[in-house]
């Protein structure tokens, strides 16, 4: 079974970084895209980037562009999203995901598989 695990998230000043972890359990983690999403509350969950199965290929929201940076290192079966010039409309739950799908470049919109969230939370 795919179990996630996310780390990292914490209470940071406007302006300032956070790096989440997740590490990835129950299959071959190289072989799969990784994803990671945010929720704020009363909101949907939405999609913040992913990568792809080789880490050749990654994906941004627009809102996050040029500020957010998701890599993976295979050998920790583990996903990074390193979060630079935070903003407190960048306040959500933080969520790894990915889908049951082999070898792909993306994560599909509705992921197969969720961690249980780490919040972040930016004051101004």
């Known amino acids: 079974q795919v179990q996630l695990a996310e780390s990292g998230g914490g209470l940071v000043q406007a302006g300032g970084s956070l790096r989440l972890s997740c590490v990835a359990s129950?299959?071959?983690?190289?072989?799969?895209?990784m994803g990671w999403f945010r929720q704020t509350p009363g909101q949907e969950r939405e999609f913040v980037a992913a990568?792809?199965?080789?880490?050749?290929?990654?994906r941004y929201a627009d809102s996050v562009k040029g500020r957010f940076t998701i890599s993976r290192d295979n050998a920790k079966n583990t996903v990074y999203l390193q979060m630079n010039s935070l903003k407190p409309e960048d306040t959500a739950v933080y969520y790894c995901a990915t889908d049951r799908n082999y070898r792909t470049t993306r994560v599909s919109s509705t992921p197969d598989y969720w961690g249980q969230g780490t919040q972040v939370t930016v004051s101004s």
């Open positions: 990568i792809s199965w080789s880490g050749l290929s990654t």
């Open positions: 129950g299959r071959t983690f190289s072989n799969y895209a």
